[in-house]
């Protein structure tokens, strides 16, 4: 039986009230959870207190304002699509992020049937400018005229993975230990530091300037992949198999995986290895040799040699003491 869709009506003046960077960014976390042949959705209504919400894997959106927002797809695939200008689909698969801008016209927001967590902030465009500057007038300028146009836009046509530190950092607001004063001081902070990482960063402002073009079936085929490594760090990770997982050739995969993640998948592996080992170590305790089995490392030596080639620190160093 088809069930009316939920509607999310964002009134900016509700959203942005005790919120942060000058009252100017608000950050939400949605859930979704699918049991029972329905699924439920947590954290998307900003205006009552009611948290759990049966729907239809589509919510339509729509807002008084214009606003930006960041969205993190931290588990499941997400889309938006605005109800007009509908070629900028935004296709936000599992461990990838984008920006896009929509004017006061209705969208819609798609989930996937299955669990999903996304990680998303709302920003008033004057904020980008007053916080980026002269930074935002040389690097935005496609953004701009879409505001100047009631225009919808999207910052990257692939959405990009969201780098570890980044991930690291949207857990840290997450699990923000803080409350009163301390919390919003905590929080903006952290904010801060993401908005500028994401912008302007080392990692996404080189993937955003090599915005290559893949076919989208090339680009799920990668996302396949990804996903496939984050799942499986602990297990043998050969070029050859992923290979076979995407329907590439591995001189194909290699270089078209450095296209989309800007590192190799080498690097990338590595990499991702390391930041899931010191999450273990410090917010879950773990000693050094477990961490290293859990990502694949019979040699507890052999992790810490490469712990410390790719933070540039051994890992004891993540403990009070050295084990």
Known sequence: MNRELLRKEIRVGQLFKNSFMDNSLQFNEVEVTTKDNSSFVRGVDFSNSQLILEFDSEICVSSDEHLIKLHFSLEGTYCYQPLKHIKYLVQIPENHCNMFYYPTTEGRDIFFKGNAKSFEIYVKPSLLKNLLGTEFE??????????????????????????????????????????????KIYLES????????????????KLSKSNVKLLNSDYLALVRVEDHIRKNLKEPLKILDLADL????????????????????????????????????TQEGATIAHAAYEVGYANPQHFTTAFKRTMGYVPSELKPAVE
């Open 138 to 183: 040389s690097s935005f300028d496609k953004l701009k005229s879409a505001i100047q146009n009631s225009n919808s836009f999207v910052l990257w046509d692939k959405s990009k993975f969201i780098p570890p530190s980044i991930r690291s950092n949207i857990n840290e607001i997450i699990q923000c230990p803080y409350k009163g004063e301390i919390r």
């Open 190 to 205: 952290k904010l801060t530091v993401l908005m500028i990482d994401f912008l302007l960063g080392r990692q996404t402002s």
């Open 246 to 281: 995407a329907g590439f050739n591995a001189t194909k995969l290699k270089r078209d995986f450095k296209k989309l993640y800007g590192v190799t998948i080498f690097k990338y592996i590595t990499a991702l290895r390391m930041e899931v080992a010191k999450s273990l170590i």
